[in-house]
Each structure stands twice: as structure tokens, then as C-alpha cells.
């Protein structure tokens, strides 16, 4: 059966760290390509009801593609809705490169 906390841990792993390594400076080919996952896998993320509730958010709140900075922004957000949602703390979002990228710097 399908985990949902195994599924969702291992995905936002896999969002949080691609958007990253998102270009500094994508082309435009890029960030339609990255604009177009987000949309493509919020239809098919296997837990239905998060799924739903995701294409909502980001119908409403479109993804920020143009550098690396704004997408692991946009994507630290959508993830903080789902911690509200799940009652879970919020992270900030100041430090999504420090968490998925640099390591932490304390
Ligand atoms: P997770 O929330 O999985 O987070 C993993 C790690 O990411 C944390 O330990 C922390 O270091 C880091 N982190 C936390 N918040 C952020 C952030 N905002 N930005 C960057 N890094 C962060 N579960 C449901 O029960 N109902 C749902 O509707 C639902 N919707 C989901 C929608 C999506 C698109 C995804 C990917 C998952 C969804 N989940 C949902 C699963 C849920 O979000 C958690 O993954 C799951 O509950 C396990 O939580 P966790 O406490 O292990 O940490």
C-alpha cells in the first residue's frame, strides 16, 4: 500500500535538491521545461488527495522558473503550505540551500 509520509519524504528530497541545482541563469527553454514538470506532476504524484490539493496551489500560484533562487523559493512555499495544512512547523526559506545544497552552515 502506498505510503504516503515515505512517498512525500522521498519526494520533496527530490524537488528541494532539484531545484537547487536549477541554473542560476536558465535559458528559456529551461524554465518552460521546469514550469511544465511541476505542472505534469501534479497530475500524477500517486497520493491522489495531495495531488488534488497540489494542482490547486500551484494553478494558483504558478511556478517561479526564471533562476535557481526563485524556484526553490516558490518550491519552499509549496511545501510550507503542506506543512500548515498537516500541522507541521514552517521552514525557512531563507535557508532551502543550506538544508538541499551547501549543507548546513552552523
Ligand atoms: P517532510 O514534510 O517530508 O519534509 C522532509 C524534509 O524537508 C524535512 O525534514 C525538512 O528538513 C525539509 N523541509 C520541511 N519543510 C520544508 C520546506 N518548506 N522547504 C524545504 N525543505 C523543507 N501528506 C498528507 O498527509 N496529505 C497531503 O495532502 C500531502 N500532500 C503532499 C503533497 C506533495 C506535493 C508532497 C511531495 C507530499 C505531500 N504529503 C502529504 C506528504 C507530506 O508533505 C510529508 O512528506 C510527510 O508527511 C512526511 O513528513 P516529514 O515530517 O517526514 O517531512
Known amino acids: 500500500p502506498l505510503d504516503r509520509e515515505e512517498l512525500g519524504k522521498a519526494t520533496w528530497s527530490f524537488l528541494h535538491t532539484m531545484a537547487s541545482y536549477f541554473p542560476e541563469k536558465p535559458t528559456k527553454a529551461q524554465s ?4 511544465r514538470f511541476f505542472n505534469i506532476f501534479s497530475q500524477f504524484y500517486p497520493c491522489e488527495s495531495c495531488a488534488d490539493d497540489f494542482r490547486k496551489d500551484v494553478k494558483e500560484n504558478p511556478p ?4 535557481r533562487n526563485e524556484l526553490a523559493k516558490w518550491l519552499c512555499q509549496r511545501h510550507n503550505v503542506v506543512n500548515v495544512k498537516l500541522g507541521k512547523p514552517e521552514f525557512d526559506c531563507s535557508r532551502v540551500h543550506e538544508r538541499w545544497r551547501d549543507g548546513w552552515l552552523d
Open 64 to 67: 517561479k522558473t526564471a533562476n
Open 32 to 35: 518552460e521545461d521546469m514550469s
